[in-house]
Every structure is written in C-alpha cells, then in structure tokens.
C-alpha cells in the first residue's frame, strides 16, 4: 500500500524537478529527499492557488443588459476601467450598457466606452462601487516559450455564482498573426498557449505568474465538427492594448495604423520596398523604392509577414522610427503611420459626457503634477528672463525677453475660476513694451495663447468647466522627429505613452496637448495657424518649482525648418538650468 501511494509522488516530483533540470535540487531516485521533493510541489501548488485567489477578484463576467450571453472582462483599475473583446460586447453598442458579474457574488452595470474592431478590444467601466478589485497589464515583449500562462474566465457560462474558472497551462508560441474577416478581428502579433481556452473565456485576462496581464484571451483553433478547444488559444499582447489605453479611455473609435508600402520578399536581400504612394506615410518618412526595410520601431523585420504582424500592433497617426538599407547605409527615418479605420454596419458615435470625463481625468492629473500649493493660488511678481539658442549651437545663446510676471485669478458669477497671465516692462521685440497681444505677430499671440492655457489647466475648476469645442483625441507616443536632442537633465528620446487633448486658442487656431500618461505631466505643445500656415510643436522639460507650482523651464521648440531651446531664468539666478 506504501509503494502503490508513492509511485504517483516520485512521478510528480520527478516531473517537477526536471523542470529545474539545471537548478540544485533534491535527488529523487533517494527515498529519503522525497519529502523535500514533496514540499517543493506543494510549495509551487500553494503559490498558484494564492496568486489565483488573489487575481480572482478582479475578473468579470460579461453580460448583455438582459444577463444573456457570456463573455469575460477583467478590471485594470481602481476606477473600474475594465478590457474585454469587442466581439463580446458588438451587441451593447445601441446604448452601451450590459452587466458584469464579480467573484463577490453580485452582477453590476457595465458601460462600454472606446472599442477596437480591427483588433477586437474594447474598454468598459464597471458601475455601483466606489472602487474595484483590479490587476495591471505586465510586458508582453519579456513573453517566452514555456512561460507560465494562466486564464481565468467564464467558459460556457459556467459561472453561475459569478467565480471565474481557472486553467493553466505554458506558452506554446510568440509573435503569432491570425488573419479576421473583412478587416475586423485581426490577432497580430498574438500569445499562443495551451491552457484551455474556450467560448466564454472571451475577453478575459491571460495572466503570467507574477499575477500581470500579458494578453485579452479570444480565439481558439478548434476541431472541424465542433466549437471545442484543441489546445492552441490566441490572446492580445498587453502591450499592443496599452498603445489604446488612452483611445478606448476615452470612448473613441481606434484606427490602427500602416505605413502604406508595397513590399516585397527577395531572396537574398531582405524586405524591399516596391511602391511608396506619393503623401502617404512612407512618402511623408522619405522612404524610396528601391530601400530595404530592416527594422520597424527598433524591431528586425525580416520578412512580410513578420512586418504585417508587427505593423498591426499600432494606432493610427503614430509616431516611430523606421530603418532601411539604401545603397549599402544604414539610414533611420521618422514616420507618423496612416489610419485604416474599422468598417462598421453604423457610423461610430462620440460620447461626449465619456470624453469629457477622461479630459477631465487628464488635467486633474496634470494638477495634481503641477500644483504643489492650493490650484487658486496667484503667482506673485516674479522677474524672469529668457534665452534662446539655436540647437546646432546651444552653448551660445542670446537674450529673448526679459519681464515680470505675475497672475490672478479671478472667480466668475458661475463658479469658473479665471486665470490671467500678466507680462510687464516687456524689454524685447518679440513682446514689444506695453500694447494689446493681438498687436504681436501671429506665431506670438499663438505661444501666448499656449501659455495662458497652461496656466488655466492648471488652475480651473475641473468640474465646474465646461470644456466648450476642447476634445480627448486619444494617445501618442513621446518621439523627437530630429536628431537634435535636449541637453536637459529628464529630456528623453521618447516611448512614454501620451493622453492628448486638443484645445482652441483663437478663432484660427489651436494647441495639441499631450500628457504622460502616467505622471500627467505636459511633455509635448503643438501649435497650429490655419490662416498663416504657422505650426511650431514644443517639448517641455526640466520642471520646476514656481510660485507654487511646477513650471517647464527649458523649452525646445520646432517650427519649420527652425529649431531652438529657450531656457527660463529667475531673478537672481546664474543661469537657466539648476
């Protein structure tokens, strides 16, 4: 009897311990070490049943209005901003309302916010709670064969009482394309695993075993006379999805994006461009016919199809560096990639109250960045001064302006706080002594105009704004087109995720914001003329306390073909860096 109940043990542990193959560790074919073999499994049993007890928590199961049909969701944070397919929720987009059960037993009102037809996700918000259990996304690029690959969801509606169920398994592939239909529904770049994955589990979370979200579970191969798993189950990259965060936030409708290239595979020479459309992104990059396309955002890009998969892990109108061969050099080009938007059976409608939540969302971080006293606060009489250098040569710069500088900030009859900022004794051309902004030049009123909303972000009344013709437009990466580069202390090359929000600041003009979107700090201004063509963007940097808040006192600015640093000083200071 003793020998009949060990054999399946000394199995156990022998599995388990060959997976440690080239750890230190027991010797099992002693009989004495079974017993710290045995509590190595149990040890590895007892951390999954915990990391499953507490991812648990945050995974939902998704309903429509009605509580028919089922899918999954898993929640990302406190707020209950929550991912799913959106396949699973296609049929809640008439009035984007559908119910979301949680291992506490209770069903709650979901609202869909932003969905991603092309590459089937979407973002809802759970409802009814002050906060919510959640998990956060991991880094899907670290993803390795054999990794660890938990699922946890709602197959076949089994979860009655609301728990999700578990299944475990390894990653049985990386960087996996599966082709959708009609343009929808397109898995680039996509976790391949062998965990059981099955309909119901749609949408929910692909968890590694540190408990982070690494894809959104949703398709399956399956066998050819039925609708159940074969062992090969397909899930997002996290890291895909997060490039969306801010798009799906804020309730808008994701394009992805493409380079617009015809490409072609030749033997012995790699991925050549054949065709570059005239204005479209390629074109825009300065990419030729005839160039070998190497790497794509700093990733190798071999063969087409490795390309295509990469190519639709990105939004619309995002910015990254493309590198080719042309003739024997190894050049690196910047490009915005073209939207392709999703075909839908309706036109895609705006909520305006989801927008204007996340715009609401972002410049109350950008506050809570900012503002190291009380966001009514006046900055007092403060003189500062401004140099300016070209950056081909930023060690010798000239004066800009010099002037004092103050603000108030008064309180209207409906409760908005106004801000105003107020430059005397204005000692240079560019702000001519005394006289009305509009006397300046265009491109100044617009820079004075950026700057007066800087300030009214950071003092307003959030709740109280109304945000009349300002709009969420989604996200963006932080990437420096030239090849100049900052000189500042936490000037970067670029990659954060960016929260942009655009604001009109005349009757002809506007400003691009863009936030981090983890700080909320102001990384990046665009501005725009519609009548004078005048476009200039700059990046703030090296931030620093004044009169109560946190001001950018180095200012790297591109406009045209010109490109310059301008660096604030105070009173009394030596220079314009600390």
């Given at each position: 009897?003793?020998?009949?109940k060990?054999?399946?043990?000394?199995?156990?542990?022998?599995?388990?311990?060959?997976?440690?193959?080239?750890?230190?560790?027991?010797?099992?074919?002693?009989?004495d070490?079974?017993?710290?073999?045995?509590?190595?499994?149990?040890?590895?049993?007892?951390?999954?049943?915990?990391?499953?007890?507490?991812?648990a928590?945050?995974?939902?199961?998704?309903y429509?209005?009605?509580?028919?049909?089922?899918?999954?969701?898993?929640?990302?944070?406190?707020?209950?901003?929550?991912?799913t397919?959106f396949?699973?929720?296609?049929?809640?987009?008439?009035?984007?309302?559908?119910?979301?059960?949680?291992?506490?037993?209770?069903?709650?009102?979901?609202?869909?916010?932003?969905?991603?037809?092309?590459?089937?996700?979407?973002?809802?918000?759970?409802?009814?709670?002050?906060?919510?259990?959640?998990?956060?996304?991991?880094?899907?690029?670290?993803?390795?064969?054999?990794?660890?690959?938990?699922?946890?969801?709602?197959?076949?509606?089994?979860?009655?009482?609301q728990?999700?169920?578990a299944?475990?398994?390894?990653?049985t592939?990386?960087?996996?394309?599966?082709?959708?239909?009609?343009?929808?529904?397109?898995?680039?770049?996509?976790?391949?695993?062998?965990?059981?994955?099955?309909?119901?589990?749609?949408?929910?979370?692909?968890y590694?075993?540190?408990?982070?979200?690494?894809?959104i579970?949703?398709?399956?191969?399956i066998?050819?006379?039925?609708?159940?798993?074969?062992?090969?189950?397909?899930?997002?990259?996290?890291?895909?999805i997060?490039?969306?965060?801010?798009?799906?936030?804020?309730?808008?409708?994701?394009?992805?994006?493409?380079?617009?290239?015809?490409?072609?595979?030749?033997?012995?020479?790699?991925?050549?461009?054949?065709?570059?459309?005239?204005?479209?992104?390629?074109?825009?990059?300065?990419?030729?016919?005839?160039?070998?396309?190497?790497a794509?955002?700093?990733?190798?890009?071999?063969?087409?199809?490795?390309?295509v998969?990469?190519?639709?892990?990105y939004?619309?109108?995002?910015?990254?560096?493309?590198?080719?061969?042309?003739?024997?050099?190894?050049?690196?080009?910047?490009?915005?990639?073209?939207?392709?938007?999703?075909?839908?059976?309706?036109?895609?409608?705006?909520d305006?109250?989801?927008?204007l939540?996340?715009?609401?969302?972002?410049?109350?971080?950008?506050?809570?960045?900012?503002?190291?006293?009380?966001?009514?606060?006046?900055?007092?009489?403060?003189?500062?001064?401004?140099?300016r250098?070209?950056?081909?040569?930023?060690?010798?710069?000239?004066?800009?302006?010099?002037?004092?500088?103050?603000?108030?900030?008064?309180?209207?009859?409906?409760?908005r706080?106004?801000?105003?900022?107020?430059?005397?004794?204005?000692?240079?051309?560019?702000?001519?002594?005394?006289?009305?902004?509009?006397?300046?030049p265009?491109?100044?009123?617009?820079?004075?105009?950026?700057?007066?909303?800087?300030?009214?972000?950071?003092?307003?009344?959030?709740?109280?704004?109304?945000?009349?013709?300002?709009?969420?437009?989604?996200g963006?990466?932080?990437?420096?087109?030239?090849?100049?580069?900052?000189?500042?202390?936490?000037?970067?090359?670029?990659?954060?995720?960016?929260?942009?929000i655009?604001?009109?600041?005349s009757e002809?003009?506007?400003?691009?914001?863009?936030?981090?979107?983890?700080?909320g700090?102001?990384?990046?201004?665009?501005?725009?003329?519609?009548?004078?063509?005048?476009?200039?963007t700059?990046?703030?940097?090296?931030?620093?306390?004044?009169?109560?808040?946190?001001?950018?006192?180095?200012?790297?600015?591109?406009?045209?073909?010109?490109?310059?640093?301008?660096?604030?000083?105070?009173?009394?200071?030596?220079?314009?860096?600390?």
């Open positions: 009897m003793i020998q009949h060990l054999v399946p043990v000394v199995a156990v542990v022998a599995l388990v311990v060959a997976s440690y193959a080239l750890a230190a560790g027991p010797d099992v074919s002693n009989r070490d079974l017993g710290a073999a045995l509590a190595i499994v149990r040890d590895a049993e007892a951390r999954r049943v915990a990391l499953i007890d507490r991812i928590p945050s995974v939902v199961c998704v429509d209005k009605s509580e028919r049909g089922g899918g999954s969701g898993v929640i990302i944070d406190a707020e209950g901003y929550g991912l397919n396949h699973v929720v296609r049929g809640m987009m008439g009035d984007r309302r559908g119910r979301g059960g949680l291992n506490d037993g209770w069903i709650y009102d979901i609202e869909v916010l932003g969905i991603d037809p092309i590459g089937d996700v979407a973002m809802f918000r759970m409802l009814g709670r002050e906060s919510f259990p959640f998990t956060v996304l991991g880094d899907s690029d670290r993803v390795r064969l054999g990794d660890a690959a938990i699922v946890l969801g709602n197959p076949f509606v089994l979860s009655e009482d728990t999700p169920s299944s475990y398994g390894i990653v592939g990386v960087q996996r394309y599966q082709g959708g239909t009609k343009g929808a529904l397109t898995y680039t770049d996509c976790l391949q695993v062998d965990a059981p994955i099955n309909p119901g589990n749609s949408g929910g979370p692909l590694n075993d540190a408990g982070e979200i690494i894809g579970n949703g398709r399956i191969s066998n050819a006379r039925g609708r159940f798993n074969v062992g090969f189950g397909y899930a997002i990259a996290s890291n895909q997060a490039r969306f965060i801010p798009t799906l936030r804020a309730g808008l409708l994701a394009t992805h994006g493409t380079m617009s290239l015809g490409l072609d595979d030749v033997s012995g020479v790699g991925l050549v461009i054949h065709d570059v459309p005239r204005g479209r992104a390629g074109d825009r990059a300065g990419l030729r016919a005839g160039d070998v396309l190497v794509f955002d700093g990733q190798p890009t071999p063969t087409r199809n490795r390309y998969s990469l190519m639709g892990t939004p619309g109108h995002w910015p990254l560096f493309v590198e080719v061969l042309r003739d024997g050099e190894r050049q690196k080009h910047f490009a915005r990639l073209d939207p392709i938007a999703p075909k839908l059976r309706k036109p895609y409608k705006i305006r109250e989801i927008n939540r996340q715009i609401r969302r972002v410049i109350g971080r950008f506050q809570a960045f900012a503002a190291l006293a009380d966001h009514a606060q006046a900055l007092t009489a403060t003189t500062w001064s401004v140099e250098a070209d950056l081909a040569d930023p060690e010798n710069p000239t004066r800009a302006f010099a002037a004092t500088v103050s603000t108030r900030t008064p309180k209207y009859a409906d409760g706080l106004g801000s105003v900022v107020e430059f005397d004794d204005r000692s240079a051309d560019r702000f001519p002594s005394g006289g009305d902004p509009v006397s300046l265009s491109e100044d009123q617009m820079l004075l105009s950026a700057q007066f909303v800087v300030w009214q972000m950071m003092t307003m009344d959030v709740k109280a704004e109304t945000f009349a013709g300002v709009s969420h437009v989604g963006d990466a932080l990437v420096r087109p030239m090849a100049h580069r900052l000189l500042a202390a936490d000037a970067s090359d670029g990659g954060a995720l960016l929260e942009v655009d604001w009109p600041i002809k003009g506007s400003a691009r914001f863009a936030f981090d979107a983890a700080t700090r102001l990384e990046r201004i665009t501005l725009k003329d519609s009548v004078t063509s005048f476009e200039a700059l990046y703030l940097t090296n931030y620093r306390e004044l009169g109560g808040h946190r001001w950018p006192f180095v200012v790297e600015t591109y406009a045209g073909d010109s490109a310059y640093v301008e660096r604030i000083k105070t009173e009394g200071e030596a220079g314009g860096q600390p």
